[in-house]
């Protein structure tokens, strides 16, 4: 790992930041606790709301931690369209009996107060999803002493984050649950997503700077795989999400691993913008002809959301999953990253012996 994220954590693992309250304080002291780099999520929420997650981290935990800020987006969305999908939602409003949310609710997601609270009371890493932010912004945080990264999905993206002056890459992988982090949403791009373990190696021919890998990673072996690609860290998400600490809801937990739900794929039925998911009836009913409008989709469905979520009824929620979710073990967090750490100790052990697992 490069000086400055080795410093960070004793094992090269980052437990991803989860928006939606599921990267939860608990959860990210219990990673870095236990020798990984925990990330709160930063996304949608208030920049006083982002803070109050710091203040609170920091009474429980003195290790270092990341936080995840999402990019404002460029107002492309066509209003028109939005109204459309409004209009084909009505039937899930009087199912769950909830009206649909309003769809310009959330503006650039608070971004300049979140820099500026970032930059007033530094944190030892912030990274970015969504797009790349300023030169001047990375240098700020650089004069600060905040380790930067950006998430990418490209080799592309990639130069423009080391020429911006990132720290570091996270590279993202089409296999990764939640959204994808790609710099601009293009509907002609739907279905173009590089597999990790090729996009590292592409990336690594292309950037200087660190790499971290995300992505359908759920065991050591695999971390292994990444960092022999050219990865400095691994960061894993769906494998945080089942730990008791993490704030995802109950029937999210459950489902990732309920043989109900065998697939996962990339929809923009839920947000507006493609994120990875478990297959289920809401993705399967809006996904084919939701339109291109993030954050719009995501505050129209949010009230939907949450009285499925409220109801039980985990086909009409969101159940963001990366493509090994039926891997995910159940364990309290700190457990997870120490055997997650030996699994990549006996992998690589095995690589260089040449013996087989
Ligand atoms: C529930 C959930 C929420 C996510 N929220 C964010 C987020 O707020 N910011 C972000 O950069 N990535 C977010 N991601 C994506 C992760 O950073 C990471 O790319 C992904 O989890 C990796 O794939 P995996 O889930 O297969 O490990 C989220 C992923 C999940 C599963």
Redesign the pocket.
């Known amino acids: 790992m490069s000086s400055a994220l080795t410093d960070l954590c004793r094992y090269p693992i980052v437990q ?5 309250g ?1 990267s939860c304080p608990q959860l990210v002291a219990a990673v870095s606790e236990a020798g990984g780099l925990g990330f709160l ?1 930063a ?1 949608y929420k208030t920049a006083d709301g982002m803070y109050n997650e710091i203040k609170q981290l920091r009474g429980l935990t003195g290790r270092p931690f990341g936080v ?1 800020l ?1 990019m404002p987006q460029p107002a492309l969305a066509d209003p028109s369209a939005v109204e459309v999908y409004q209009h084909q939602l009505a039937g899930e409003a009087a199912w769950y009996e909830t009206p649909l949310g309003d769809p310009d609710s959330g503006g650039d997601d608070n971004y300049d107060a979140k820099l500026a609270i970032l930059l007033e009371d530094p944190v030892p890493a912030v ?1 970015f ?1 969504f797009g790349c932010p300023t030169r001047d912004t990375l240098d700020a945080f650089a004069g600060v002493g905040t380790y930067t990264v950006v ?1 990418v999905t490209t080799p592309e993206e990639a130069q423009v984050a080391q020429w911006a002056g990132a720290d570091a890459v ?1 590279v ?1 992988g089409v ?5 994808q ?1 790609t710099h601009r949403d293009d509907p002609q791009t739907d279905g173009a997503g590089i597999g990790l373990l090729s996009l590292v190696s592409q990336v690594r021919e292309t950037v200087q700077i660190p790499i971290v890998a ?5 065991r050591g072996s695999q971390i292994a795989a990444v960092l022999a690609a050219g990865a400095e860290a691994a ?5 945080f ?1 089942v730990c008791p600490e993490s704030g ?1 809801s109950l029937l999210h937990k459950q489902a990732l691993t309920n043989p109900l739900f065998v697939r996962t794929a990339l929809t923009r039925a839920f947000s507006g913008r493609p994120a990875r998911g478990l297959v289920n009836r809401f993705m399967r009913e809006h996904g084919p002809y939701a339109p291109a409008a993030y954050p719009q989709v995501h505050y129209l469905t949010a009230g939907l959301r949450k009285a499925a979520a409220k109801a039980g009824d985990a086909q009409g929620m969101a159940l ?5 979710h039926r891997m995910a073990r159940e364990l309290p967090a700190g457990r997870l990253v120490r055997l997650l750490a030996e699994e990549l100790d006996a992998a690589r052990t095995a690589v260089s012996t040449g013996s087989t697992q």
């Open positions: 991803a930041p989860m928006a939606g599921t999520a996304g995840n999402f990274s999803t998430t996270c993202q296999e990764a649950g939640g959204h982090s995300t992505g359908g990673l759920m960061q894993l998400g769906t494998a999400l995802a963001w999953a990366g493509q090994g």
